[in-house]
Nanobody, 123 residues
Framework: QLQLVESGGGLVQPGGSLRLSCAAS????????IGWFRQAPGKEREGVSC????????NYADSVKGRFTISRDNAKNTVYLRMNSLKREDTAIYYC????????????????WGQGTQVTVSS
């Protein structure tokens, strides 16, 4: 059974930092591209970042470039999203997703999804 479980969300103040984790089971993560997505109330789901199966390629949405960093530890079957300089507009439910490595690193078209973790940026 393929599962992705996000963790690390919570309440942070503007300018703060948070690290999200995506733990995979039922699959070998080194064969998959992993993406992070977010959805705020009343808005469409937005692709945030992705990382190739070997970690050699990453992509970021313009809204998070320079602030967020995606990384992976395939030995632990875990992908991380480090979020710095958080803004109120970063408030959303954050999801991780996986797709086979041959599909490449992109911000659309993923096959397996976690259930999300809430990130709230507020003073």
């Amino acid at each position: 059974q393929l599962q992705l479980v996000e963790s690390g969300g919570g309440l942070v103040q503007p300018g703060g930092s948070l690290r999200l984790s995506c733990a995979a089971s039922g699959l070998t993560l080194d064969y998959y591209v992993i993406g992070w997505f977010r959805q705020a109330p009343g808005k469409e789901r937005e692709g945030v970042s992705c990382i190739s199966s070997g970690g050699g390629r990453t992509n970021y949405a313009d809204s998070v470039k320079g602030r967020f960093t995606i990384s992976r530890d395939n030995a632990k079957n875990t992908v991380y999203l480090r979020m710095n300089s958080l803004k109120r507009e970063d408030t959303a439910i954050y999801y991780c997703a996986a797709r086979p490595a041959w599909k490449g690193c992109g911000l659309v078209g993923y096959d397996y999804w976690g259930q999300g973790t809430q990130v709230t940026v507020s003073s």
